[in-house]
């Protein structure tokens, strides 16, 4: 049992209970117990002293890779989730493209035990939730037995790193998801109009002499899924949202009633093609940064709520991998480490949200629309906290990371605000430094 935790003078933004002041936070046996001004707090409580710093819900990244089984040079349970407590993350969704994928009730198992004994040998970090595949060996075929996934602690399905291409298959996932509540995630891609590209379609990808993937790509299956959730009642949820067509077929759908929600990453909201120049194949990724365009319709729903959530889809891969020729060089960038920053920058030093808002689409908003346990500091709700200080200035060093892979674009970027807490189950998981 964790000591009784007091945190002193900080500014609360709770967006599920529209708090924004000066308030003192207590944590017992694992739950918040109040939030209040000048709580006394019993007299084994450890207290630390929070003032000038923001304390918010634990940030949830429903889009991770952690690559294990399988890809253990790149990242692991361990060090994922140790990097998602160093970004402020306390809950993530871990994605069922491993090798092998996470297609049966074992696999599925496998990760979230694993998360669990670090976190009781006191190495824990984010809890991370499994997400099951869709359908077996992600070959788009034959479904998977969804209720032995959720048994085993799927909290959704997708076939991410590949689109439910089959229309039938997506049909019937989002008939069968309703009998467990869960929903659908799409990596909407019509791989057949993406070819070989590996870059967004346009004036750079010419220059460059590389081949491009077009917004239709996306946009396309973005449009069928939408009639499919209205056909069938099921929720789809399109991952990394990157082009301003999928914007506004979500918004249409959304404005029908159909359960359509969507997620965005910080890259596309923080860059565009531009960053290939170079052939930096640290901005190679799938979807591809898009056209300014595309980025200011994203932020613009965004802001409007058209698109809820802020993901990660953080993608580590090894050094020697990213360094091949642009062609060759595996699509992703990690991101835990990153995006709270860089939505602080990009997003509320410029003026466009809030930092509740801001709170709101990397904690709340996922919390409420996957039906996750979190995302509030409601007495009574689980004591996953963030700290951060929202005003410091840092620059992007890669080496410091936690994560076991360190492709980023943002290496060296000067970026604003930096966790100094993460506290899962009441319990210190991550501390930076001041
Ligand atoms: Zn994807």
Known sequence: MTRPLLLTGGRVIDPSTNTDAELDLLVVDERVMAVEQGISGPDDAVRISVEGLVVAPGLIDVHVHFREPGGEHKETIRTGAKAAAAGGFTTVWAMPNTDPPLDDPAAVGYVREEARRWARKGEGGARVSPVGAASKGLAGEQMTEIGGLVEAG??????DGYP????????????????????????????ALTA????????VATELGLRGIPNVSEAAVVARDMFLAELTGGHVHIQHISTREAVGLIARGRERGVRITAEVTPHHIALTEEAVRGYRTEAKMNPP????????????????????????????????????EFDDAPFGIVGLETALSVCVTELVSTGDLTLSQLIDRMSCAPARTMGIDGGTLQPGSPADIVVFDPDV??????????????????????????VR????????RYEGEA
């Open 393 to 418: 200035k840092w620059s992007v060093d890669p080496g410091q990371f936690h994560s076991k892979s360190q492709n980023t674009p943002f290496v060296g970027k000067e970026v604003r605000g930096r």
């Open 196 to 203: 070989a590209g590996v870059m967004n379609e346009g004036a």
């Open 164 to 191: 439910i291409a089959d229309p039938l298959l997506m049909r019937r996932l989002l008939e069968y998801t309703q009998r467990f509540d869960i929903p659908v995630l799409q990596h909407a891609e019509d791989m």
């Open 154 to 159: 799927a909290v959704a399905v997708t076939d």
């Open 289 to 324: 940064l898009r056209t300014e365009q595309d980025r200011l319709a994203i932020r613009q729903g965004l802001i409007d709520g058209v698109i809820g959530i802020i993901a990660t889809d953080h993608a580590p891969h090894h050094y020697e991998e990213k360094e091949r």
């Open 421 to 428: 807490w993460t506290i899962v189950a009441g319990e210190i």
